[in-house]
Nanobody, 127 residues
Framework: QVQLVESGGGLVQAGGSLRLSCVAS????????MGWFRQAPGKEREFVAG????????NYADAVKGRFTIDRDNAKSTVFLQMNSLKPEDTAVYYC????????????????????WGQGTQVTVSS
């Protein structure tokens, strides 16, 4: 069982930045591809960013490309989401997720493939 705990959310003005963190309670963190998803009120959960086990491969939703960066520190069992140039439409609950992967360089964009989820952290961007 893997427990994921997100932090770093909050209220920020449009154009501002936030850095989300997700700590995993597992020794074998480096065996998991990680992802960030978000869910805005009244909308379905959507993919934001994914990163492979090694950290060498990443993928982003078009809506955040060029503004958000996902990275990981396997020694600290942590994945991050750096969010810059935030917009009001980025307001959502952000979730991290973990998917056990045999491949070192595979990222995962489909939420149904993820095995474990965090409880989410609220990000609110004011205009």
């Amino acid at each position: 069982q893997v427990q994921l705990v997100e932090s770093g959310g909050g209220l920020v003005q449009a154009g501002g930045s936030l850095r989300l963190s997700c700590v995993a309670s597992v020794r074998t963190f480096s065996r998991y591809a990680m992802g960030w998803f978000r869910q805005a009120p009244g909308k379905e959960r959507e993919f934001v960013a994914g990163i492979s086990r090694s950290g060498r491969s990443t993928n982003y939703a078009d809506a955040v490309k060029g503004r958000f960066t996902i990275d990981r520190d396997n020694a600290k069992s942590t994945v991050f989401l750096q969010m810059n140039s935030l917009k009001p439409e980025d307001t959502a609950v952000y979730y991290c997720a973990a998917d056990f992967q045999f491949s070192e360089n595979t990222y995962v964009t489909d939420e149904v493939q993820y095995d474990y989820w965090g409880q989410g952290t609220q990000v609110t961007v004011s205009s």
